[in-house]
């Protein structure tokens, strides 16, 4: 053990101990490689902390010996954020161990846990009190808490709950000097200068790495119903939705919608799935209605009459109601596994974008064509989030492209015209997963330079030498112009 690294590995397993510390090819290679399979990088190690002060302790550690480190908790997210790079010196350091959850006060309605805990097992400790954390999507099973926060992540609830930033009530940090910014406070109302957590929630690990946090919690839902509407274009989805805020109020949590298109997708990938309607329509609408125990009896009865009215305007050509948790459950794994259907399906280009929601069927419908006809043999499908302005916007390579090709020539100047379309309309071009690497050339082109040089300006008073998850979402790289 005389290498440089073989000193970094031997000093970092003394901090997290032999279960703690990853270095076997066969081991860390599925943490090399970001869910989505784009790209793939060669880390040092994994180092896998146990308690806060073993993450401080591996981070003064590294700041000492300059070795980045790249943050991960479940690896699923979309925008390569958690991917190393090729260099073999980075560390990624998991926060997997760390996922205790404290035990929870029903009266508070709050919950603090470690930044490893996984969502859904979030979601069961709160039903088991009657509670309810109201953040949920697709990768449920394997994002953690701490990629939530640090990503500022979406999901179908969006809606009526708000992102994760919404739900963060305190938070603890470690800095990239390793000190630890420890704000995990139960007060609702705290106005001692900057709400410094704020930092730390969607700026992907370049700042801090979360360990710990305390989340809002709502009442358990006594009562759900999940239609399946059917409509003939994107326009009638946006009256529907319209006509389900002006009716359910609050009740309505989520409203998804799915094209065509993909539904067929989810169904070649689920051979257990089958289409909830009878026919097939262009666009379908998924909507979430639920009601706490106050109003559970009347929602079923709510939710006939509003569809019924729009009916009677022509907005839905036909619909069904949930009769069972089962079945809502069923309309849920097809919307949530369109993901994994469309990457199944072969090469895209992803894009997370909203524009303003009165915009979106207008963009759909002329961006889809105009991308289809600048590029024989590609498809255009855009889905998800109606509700909150945010689609997912996939335009697949034409059948047989060589991916890396493709991905790099045509996919990219794809990508360029699609998010100069959505700054055209005042739109994100990262609605919900992020920039990780994925995106940060495009922030970097169409961003504002303002809002660029002060997140410049943080990252240089946080992490100056550049050594937490470099290469993501902010870079030090010398401004070319004052702003
Ligand atoms: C979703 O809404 O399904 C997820 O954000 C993932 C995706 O982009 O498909
Ligand atoms: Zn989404």
Wanted: hydrophobic share 45%.
């Amino acid at each position: 053990m005389n290498k440089p690294t073989d000193q970094t590995l031997e000093a970092l397993g003394a901090i997290v101990g032999p279960r703690g510390l990853v270095t076997g090819l066969d081991l860390l290679t599925p943490w090399e490689t970001d869910w989505r399979g784009r790209y793939t990088g060669k880390a040092l190690a994994m180092v896998l902390p146990a308690t806060t002060a073993e993450v401080s302790a591996v981070v003064r550690l590294c700041a000492q010996r300059g070795v980045p480190i790249v943050p991960q908790g479940g690896n699923s997210g979309m925008s390569g954020g958690a991917t190393p790079d090729a260099s073999g010196r980075e560390v990624i350091l998991s926060t997997r161990r760390m996922n205790a959850i404290e035990p929870i006060d029903p009266a508070s309605r709050q919950v603090t846990c470690e930044a490893g805990v996984v969502l859904q097992t979030l979601h069961e400790a709160a039903e088991a009190h009657g509670l309810r954390f109201p953040l949920t999507l697709g990768g449920k099973g394997s994002a953690t808490v701490g990629g939530l926060i640090s990503t500022n992540a979406g999901g179908t609830q969006v809606l009526r709950h708000g992102v994760m930033r919404a739900q963060v009530l305190g938070l603890e940090a470690v800095l990239p000097d390793g000190r630890i910014f420890s704000a995990l406070t139960p007060l609702r109302k705290d106005n001692r200068g900057f709400d410094l957590k704020q930092m730390f929630i969607g700026s992907e690990g370049t700042l801090g790495i979360v360990t710990a946090a305390t989340l809002r919690l709502v009442p358990a839902i006594a009562e759900r119903v999940v239609v399946w509407a059917g409509t003939a274009s994107i326009h009638a989805a946006r009256a529907l939705l319209l006509n389900c805020e002006q009716a359910l109020g609050d009740a309505l949590e989520g409203f998804e919608v799915v094209p065509q298109g993909c539904l067929e997708s989810v169904l070649a990938y689920l051979p257990d799935a089958r289409p909830p309607l009878a026919r097939p329509h262009a666009w379908n609408a998924l909507i979430e209605v639920v009601a706490d125990a106050g109003s559970a009896a009347s929602l079923r009865g709510r939710v006939e009459a509003a569809m019924a009215r729009a009916f009677d305007q022509g907005l839905v050509e036909d619909a069904v109601l949930s009769a069972s948790e089962a079945q809502a459950e069923a309309f849920w794994t097809l919307r949530e596994s369109i993901s994994a259907a469309e990457r199944a399906r072969g090469p895209a280009m992803q894009h997370d974008i909203s524009v303003p929601v009165e915009r979106m069927p207008d963009f759909l419908v002329t961006v889809s064509r105009e991308i289809e006809a600048a590029w024989p043999g590609t498809r255009a499908v855009g889905y998800g989030h109606l509700g909150d302005g945010n689609i997912h916007f996939h335009v697949g390579a034409p059948a047989g492209s060589d991916r890396a090709g493709w991905e790099a020539g045509d996919g990219k100047a794809i990508s360029r015209q699609v998010h100069d379309a959505v700054t055209r309309c005042g739109g994100s071009i990262s609605a919900e997963h992020g920039i990780g690497q994925l995106k940060i050339d495009e922030l970097e082109r169409l961003g504002d330079p303002v809002a660029l040089h002060l997140m410049r300006a943080v990252k240089r008073a946080l992490d100056p030498a550049e050594l937490f998850n470099p290469g993501k979402l902010v870079t030090l790289a010398p401004e070319t112009s004052a702003p």
